[in-house]
Nanobody
Framework: QVQLVESGGGLVQAGSSMSLTCLAA????????MAWYRQTPGKQRELVAN???????NYADSVKGRFTISRDLRKNQLHLQMNDLKPEDTAVYYC??????????????WGRGTQVTVSS
């Protein structure tokens, strides 16, 4: 089992920066892929960015050039640095860990989410 806890959300003005952190506990493996998702009311949860075990990253087009995902394997932490925030970035941000062990189907773990609100 893996437990994920997000921190760092809050209310900021447009153009500001904010950093989110996800602390992973339990059976965390270096081969796990981790990601940040976000969700607004009435919409599906969407991928913001992910980072693979080899360090490859992917970003949603809407955040490219503004957000940076990083991972500290020793501390089992995932970070999301968000710069030049826009009101449309307002959402609940969720930490995700995808774990693949052997030939078993991948298993997803989720944090409870942290609210990010960007005022115009």
């Amino acid at each position: 089992q893996v437990q994920l806890v997000e921190s760092g959300g809050g209310l900021v003005q447009a153009g500001s920066s904010m950093s989110l952190t996800c602390l992973a506990a339990g059976r965390v493996l270096t081969i796990d892929t981790m990601a940040w998702y976000r969700q607004t009311p009435g919409k599906q949860r969407e991928l913001v960015a992910n980072i693979h075990p080899d360090g490859r990253t992917n970003y949603a087009d809407s955040v490219k050039g503004r957000f940076t995902i990083s991972r500290d394997l020793r501390k089992n932490q995932l970070h999301l640095q968000m710069n030049d925030l826009k009101p449309e970035d307002t959402a609940v941000y969720y930490c995700n860990l995808e774990q693949r062990i052997g030939g078993a189907p991948p298993k997803d773990y989720w944090g409870r989410g942290t609210q990010v609100t960007v005022s115009s």
